[in-house]
């Protein structure tokens, strides 16, 4: 079998989330965990990694930006056509890991994509966590995704929203995602689970945080999704020092993934 093949996909809806995302939801039987990754093709325009947005019977959802040769292609095509992809790729979050403790899960922009799987499952069933808190944050209203399920989530979890840059009519939390974790309400320091992902700055002074709260070490998780290419450890785009990425990863546990952060 060619590890390179991909599979024909039929979008089966278009939600657009901002001015330059959307989430595709595309046919798909199979396993997927939130924080794995497909990799999207459209022959003559090459491929892009794509984090798993959300999951359910028959479907995933992958949130895309247009940012690029193939992403911008992506977007020329609505309900009813057909993308090529590979996949999944990656190891994801696994959703037993938390079951039963608090959580809390931090994301900046776009890295509330591979997580958001983790935040809908919670908020389906609230009642397997002992508490749940998410801090999430955009550069401006105007970038905020999944505006819809967030008031959903708003309901029934925990959740701090604030963005960098305030604009006209805007009346929520202004600010950095760090500077809210010293005020986070947490029941137990040395057992709750944190997930932390965004980019690798964010990623770095948020963990800073939660460790000068008392957190260990171990139980703060990272997604790393830097410089995916092939998605199967060939090519060599994403390894750093003697660790692909794309294989032991994305998601790490922080003992092991502060030595990946660039």
């Given at each position: 079998m060619n590890e390179y093949l991909p599979f024909?996909?039929?979008?089966?809806?278009?939600?657009?989330?901002?001015?330059?995302?959307?989430?595709?939801?595309?046919?798909?039987?199979?396993?997927?965990k939130p924080g794995q990754f497909f990799q999207v093709s459209i022959p003559k325009f090459g491929e892009a990694p794509i984090s798993v947005s959300g999951l359910g019977k028959g479907y995933i959802d992958l949130t895309i930006r247009k940012i690029g040769r193939v992403?911008?292609?992506?977007?020329n095509y609505t309900k009813g056509g057909k993308l090529f992809l590979r996949g999944p790729y990656g190891n994801g979050f696994d959703v037993?890991?938390?079951?039963?403790?608090?959580?809390?899960?931090?994301?900046?922009?776009?890295g509330l994509s591979p997580v958001k799987g983790v935040v809908d499952y919670f908020a389906q069933n609230t009642a397997e966590l002992s508490g749940f808190s998410l801090?999430?944050?955009?550069?401006s209203p105007q970038d905020i995704l999944f505006k819809k399920e967030m008031e959903a989530w708003q309901k029934k979890l925990n959740v701090v929203l604030t963005v960098d840059n305030a604009q006209d009519g805007y009346s929520g939390n202004v600010g950095l995602v760090t500077q809210f974790i010293p005020e986070l309400k947490i029941e137990s320091i040395a057992d709750v689970q944190v997930i932390i992902v965004g980019p690798p700055v964010m990623i770095s002074f948020a963990a800073k945080e939660f460790l000068k709260r008392g957190v260990p070490t171990k139980n703060i998780w990272i997604s790393l999704e830097r410089r995916m290419s092939c998605g199967i450890g060939k090519c060599g785009h994403c390894k750093i020092d003697d660790v692909y990425i794309c294989l032991e990863g994305p998601v790490f546990n922080y003992e092991k993934g502060v030595e990946l952060i660039d």
């Open positions: 024909s996909s039929e979008i089966v809806e278009v939600v657009k989330e901002t001015e330059i995302e959307s989430t595709f939801r595309m046919a798909y039987e199979g396993e997927a992403t911008d292609e992506v977007f037993e890991l938390y079951k039963g403790r608090e959580l809390v899960v931090v994301a900046g922009g776009t801090i999430a944050g955009f550069k």
